[in-house]
């Protein structure tokens, strides 16, 4: 009589592979402890680059979504953009925290980072804040193609950098790596150039 086809079955399934125990001064468990550590770095290197992406993002997301239906900004209103919406966008939430605070109570880890965040924000834009050169309309032109997800598009545009202490002086911090900004940089446009035929 054959053997039948369900116990070849059950003995293939209780038949697997046991996990090999290494002792724990060996060569063998050190290359282990080695790769986990070093699989630990990559992830977490992985993952804080996805949180600065994840924030830059939003930062050129919100001056994406301030762009003019047509036309481009000037630079008063540039800076208008910054103080009035920009550094207010936490106001919200800081009254928040506030009025749940009670009284001689001290300060709540959210309503101290938001306050830094205000500050630092506020430092930075005395000193100098880079944003997009909204006032440039081939930057504009470019800005407004961008599909606001990949932040190393952004490379491509003119940054300018701007302060409170001077709000008529604009520096050019980055000319912009896009070809349109090249030739505008160098004083060329595709009209004047002669072709040789």
């Known amino acids: 009589m054959a053997p039948s086809k369900a116990r070849k079955a059950s003995k293939a399934n209780t038949s697997s592979k046991k996990e090999k125990i290494f002792h724990p001064q060996s060569r063998k468990a050190d290359q282990l402890s080695r790769k986990a550590l070093r699989k630990e770095k990559l992830e977490s290197v992985l993952s804080n680059r996805n949180k600065k992406h994840d924030i830059l993002a939003d930062f050129y997301g919100f001056f994406y979504h301030a762009l003019p239906a047509q036309g481009t900004l000037t630079l008063e209103e540039l800076h208008n953009l910054i103080v009035d919406v920009w550094f207010k966008r936490y106001d919200e939430d800081l009254e928040v925290e506030r009025a749940a605070r009670r009284k001689g109570r001290p300060k709540s880890t959210k309503e101290s980072k938001l306050e830094e965040l205000k500050l630092r924000e506020s430092e930075e834009y005395r000193t100098g804040f880079e944003v997009i050169d909204l006032t440039h309309p081939q930057n504009v032109a470019l800005f407004r193609t961008w599909d606001q ?10 940054f300018i950098r701007i302060c409170s202490t001077s709000p008529t002086i604009v520096v050019v911090s980055r000319p912009g790596k896009h070809v349109t900004l090249a030739e505008d940089k160098l004083g060329v446009t595709e009209g004047d150039m002669d072709l040789d035929t």
């Open 149 to 158: 997800k990949e932040v190393a598009f952004i490379d491509l545009l003119r």
